[in-house]
């Protein structure tokens, strides 16, 4: 650590009230609070603009499978009526141009440092200040710390033998070249069957000499329905947006959508199938939200499965094939639910081939090509469908250090812990937006960004008003709410799948259940119950000399 001469030295203009990092949704939601609250503010970014993920998630396909008109901010009345989305579901390239028509509306970027990745925050006690450095040699501070580093922005690239010696290309779709690339005529090799890989691999299909899909675990899919924007819909919502948005985050997923209240269980088969086959035809993920018990009875659950399952069999001419693509070893919607457009049918072309790892395990890959059991394959181009080191991914790879030199690895080596996802214990000062314990990739993730800054917003002035130096997340408060966490998971579903949502699949990652699934009404109002408390579960520093511990209620 540098010493209180170093700190006292530092540069005027490398001081702040606060910095965020990620210049994603929440980071910019963020710095628009921030300056709202008088703040001098910085946000530091690794990328060269703005968009978070999206910034990142060029390759192909790249889409959100929530709705154009309820993935964007709604803080801002005028930027809601001003922007116009072309599609139902609106693709990489426009859902950027939207975080850049925001930067450019809020003048965002003055406050911004691009290219600069933050390797380590450093929280100095007797100063009670973080210090940020960056790979460049830069260090910043700042009296508050808010990591807006996102929960899908750590690229997981895989371990596999020899991957190192292939002569061709390699890409990740969760870090794809900012320049267009030319795949046409190429012997493609994909890797991950997630919703990723769904995406992509219909649009590979168009441009490849021949493409291989190398599938280790089939998901469920359902149609997304895209289509272009219709001009009524878009006047509907605009003329009622302020009550929509209300209505939705009133949804367990903070998205306005059809929610059937019976259990699957409790109507007719012949009713169901109509059920089914009506969300079916009508597209997107809203699908499993069918009935109520789907995530919470395993035989209601199985009729929806099988309902997809057999679609598939139906759309896949080659009975072999959708066998293999037809998912049967975890319940629907416990993995992240996809939405697709002609994902299966791509496996009806005669330049598609399925290769199924779990009955012909990937050994090794060599200069030009995949060996997968005893069969070589001949590629010149990788894609990495492999997915994210999911929510606490960006946050690893930052060295994070707190109070005695606790370092948030240290911390979190059995699983992370969170009192509301939005701070945690012995680090003072430092938030996190959508952190693990907050409902986050649950949700409409926009949604639940803005209730983390408002939140976190609320807590600043809080502190303002009364001089409080520092607040820190009470361990025994952490406690009780991952106890919450855990309990609300183990009454679903979600725990009988090997899923990101557990980390799995990052080698060595503790497998705890991340995010909360207690839903967005129930966790806005233990927030919000919270704020109105004092802060309850915090403890808060009201200058240098006396402290004020807040009492947890039980």
């Not at 203009?13 to 965020?20: E, M, Q």
């Not at 919270?530 to 402290?547: C, E, K, L, P």
Request: glycine share 8%; proline share 4%; aromatic share 10%.
């Amino acid at each position: 650590m540098q010493s209180t001469n170093d700190l006292s030295a530092a540069s005027v203009t490398r001081k702040f009230d606060i910095i965020i990092v990620g210049a994603g949704f929440a980071g910019m939601y963020m710095l628009y609070k921030a300056r709202e609250l008088g703040l001098s503010a910085l946000v530091l970014e690794t990328a060269g603009g703005v968009g978070g993920t999206w910034f990142w998630n060029r390759y192909p396909g790249a889409r959100c499978d929530v709705e154009s008109m309820q993935y964007s901010y709604s803080f801002c009345e005028e930027l809601q009526q001003e922007w116009q989305w072309s599609e139902r579901y609106a693709s990489q390239p426009e859902i950027l141009k939207y975080a850049n028509h925001v930067a450019d509306k809020f003048d965002l970027r003055r406050d911004i440092r691009f290219n600069s990745r933050v390797s380590s925050a450093i929280f100095h006690e007797g100063e009670r200040v973080w210090q940020l450095s960056t790979d460049d040699g830069e260090h910043y501070y700042a009296k508050w710390c808010v990591m807006a580093t996102g929960c899908l922005s750590a690229a997981q690239r895989p371990n596999i033998p020899g991957l190192g010696t292939f002569k061709g290309e390699i890409y990740h779709t969760g870090n794809w070249p900012q320049q267009p690339v030319d795949l046409s005529g190429r012997k493609i090799g994909v890797i991950g069957t997630g919703s990723s890989g769904i995406q992509v691999v219909p649009e590979l299909a168009k441009l490849a000499k021949h493409l291989y899909v190398f599938q280790r675990t089939p998901n469920f899919s359902i149609p997304a329905r895209n289509q272009l924007m219709d001009s009524a819909y878009e006047a509907e919502w605009k003329q009622s947006y302020a009550e929509r948005r209300t209505a939705a985050r009133n949804m367990p997923a903070g998205i306005l959508s059809d929610i059937g209240t019976n259990s699957a269980l409790a109507v007719s088969p012949e009713d169901r199938l109509a059920e089914y086959e009506r969300r079916w035809a009508a597209g997107g993920t809203g699908f499993t939200a069918a009935y109520s018990d789907l995530l919470k009875n395993e035989d209601a659950n199985g009729t929806a499965a099988e309902f997809v399952r057999k679609k598939i069999r139906e759309v896949v001419t080659d009975p072999a094939v959708a066998n293999l693509l037809a998912p049967v070893d975890h319940p629907i919607r416990s993995k992240r639910i996809c939405a697709d457009t002609d994902y299966f049918a791509t496996f009806n072309r005669q330049n598609v081939t399925l290769v199924d790892l779990r009955a012909n395990p990937l050994q090794e890959v060599s200069e030009h090509g995949l060996t997968a059991g005893s069969q070589f394959y001949e590629l010149d181009t990788f894609v990495l469908a492999t997915g994210f080191d999911a929510i606490t991914g960006a946050l690893s790879k930052i060295d994070i250090v707190g109070r005695q030199a606790l370092t948030l690895k240290e911390k979190w080596q059995d699983g992370p812990n969170t009192y509301l996802g939005l701070m945690t214990s012995g680090f003072p000062n430092l938030f996190i937006v959508t952190g693990p314990g907050s409902p986050s990739v649950l949700t409409n993730v926009i949604v639940a960004i803005e209730d983390n800054v408002n939140w976190i917003a609320g807590c600043l002035a809080y502190l303002i008003t009364r001089d409080a130096q520092t607040i820190e997340a009470m361990a025994s408060a952490e406690q009780g709410w991952m106890e919450h966490v855990g309990q609300a998971a183990e009454g679903t579903l979600y725990t009988k799948a090997k899923s990101w949502y557990l980390g799995v699949n990052v080698p060595g990652k503790p497998a705890v259940f991340m995010p909360y699934v207690g839903g967005v009404p129930a966790y806005q109002k233990i927030c919000e119950e919270v704020a109105a408390d004092s802060y309850r579960g915090f403890d808060t520093h009201a200058n240098r000399d006396s402290v004020h511990s807040l009492q947890v209620v039980a």
